[in-house]
T-cell receptor, first 110, second 115 residues
Framework: GENVEQHPSTLSVQEGDSAVIKCTYS??????FPWYKQELGKRPQLIID?????GEKKDQRIAVTLNKTAKHFSLHITETQPEDSAVYFC?????????FGKGTKLSVIP | ETGVTQSPTHLIKTRGQQVTLRCSSQ?????VSWYQQALGQGPQFIFQ???????GRGNFPPRFSGLQFPNYSSELNVNALELDDSALYLC??????????????FGNGTRLTVT
């Protein structure tokens, strides 16, 4: 089955700095790569996703890049703010199922 | 647009008991997936329902079962509860079209504690 590795497991940045979280996947047929943000005690919420026919997608301060050859994709958050503090999960599909990484706890220090 | 709703929000059960969790999918969605999220971990796929049939199962034993109803709502049943079943159970709905994946929209989850 699909295997998704996510790192780092924890990340602390100063407010205003950038944060990068990386994921690797194993199934070369995977074609959809979402990122979810989960605040403490809340549901995971989709923040950005990318399909395999593009290499990069941006939405304001958030971007995702995809390297299909190397089978990895990354989440980039620029100009981080305290409200960006949360756990972030990447995911990769196997058939119609999503396999999630173990998560990255991002702490933005004011 | 109505989001994904789950009930109950919290539940405490004793080892060996049975539990039923409920989920109403987001309007317009036809697929429901269930995930188990242990503390500090990512969501683990339990199974998915599409057109009222199970469509894929993760590494969970048969005592985890489910249903999907004609209105696309769903139930997750767990028999013979074990202590390790204590977790947050998340329901997610999505719209399956002809092919490819679509975003999952999660409910707030049911926090199950087994004592």
């Amino acid at each position: 089955g699909e295997n998704v590795e996510q790192h780092p497991s924890t990340l602390s940045v100063q407010e205003g700095d950038s944060a990068v979280i990386k994921c690797t996947y194993s199934d070369s047929a995977s074609n959809y790569f979402p990122w979810y943000k989960q605040e403490l005690g809340k549901r995971p919420q989709l923040i950005i996703d990318i399909r395999s026919n593009v290499g990069e997608k941006k939405d304001q301060r958030i971007a995702v890049t995809l390297n299909k050859t190397a089978k990895h994709f990354s989440l980039h958050i620029t100009e981080t703010q305290p409200e960006d503090s949360a756990v972030y999960f990447c995911a990769s599909p196997r058939s119609y199922q999503l396999t999630f990484g173990k998560g990255t706890k991002l702490s933005v220090i004011p | 647009e109505t989001g994904v709703t789950q009930s109950p929000t919290h539940l405490i059960k004793t080892r060996g008991q049975q539990v039923t969790l409920r989920c109403s999918s987001q309007s317009g969605h036809n697929t429901v997936s269930w995930y188990q999220q242990a503390l500090g971990q990512g969501p683990q796929f339990i199974f998915q329902y599409y057109r009222e049939e199970e469509n894929g199962r993760g590494n969970f034993p048969p005592r985890f079962s489910g249903l999907q109803f004609p209105n696309y709502s769903s139930e997750l049943n767990v028999n013979a509860l074990e202590l390790d079943d204590s977790a947050l159970y998340l329901c997610a709905s999505s719209l399956r079209l002809g092919g490819g994946n679509s975003p999952l929209h999660f409910g707030n989850g049911t926090r199950l504690t087994v004592t």
